[in-house]
């Protein structure tokens, strides 16, 4: 939950920096554009995957530009659906959502949304008795949230 709503309000400040750099994009108050970053992180989340996939051959050939075009339809559809936030046309939409992709993931590194780390051991030996005589890559993931119980379960080795 608290992830969610980081990202809510990452994409919340970056919207509200579009609004005030783009010119054609516009909202009544700040409150319009927490609303209209919801509908656009809820539009990103459920209706964008199966855009792509439905596109996905045209995708495909178009090495991946498609997806531009998909999140500025996304983009103005907020404005469509959000009242307060208005759009002019789909191409000031189209730099506005390439725009907000930028900002919001410049001030998500700034945020320090946990990342995952993965720990990678190599064994030349056979760590467990049944398995054959090749090499064994092991790769084991984990949270940086979960740093006692990683050092427990490395203890235990």
Known sequence: MID?????????????????????????????????????GMLNAFLKPLLILFTLPFNVLSLGLLTFL???????SVSKIVEGFHIV????????SILFSIVSFILSLF??????KMNVRFYKDRPFPDMDDSDVIDVEGKSTDDEDENKRISDDR
């Open 70 to 76: 998909i999140n500025g339809l996304l983009f103005y």
């Open 111 to 116: 945020v320090g949304a946990p990342m995952q």
């Open 4 to 40: 969610f709503l980081i990202r809510w309000v990452v994409n919340t400040f970056a919207l509200l920096i579009v609004v005030r750099l783009v010119p054609g994009i516009q909202a009544a108050q700040w409150e319009t554009v927490a609303v209209a970053a919801l509908v656009l």
């Open 89 to 96: 046309d789909f191409w000031t939409a189209f730099w506005g």
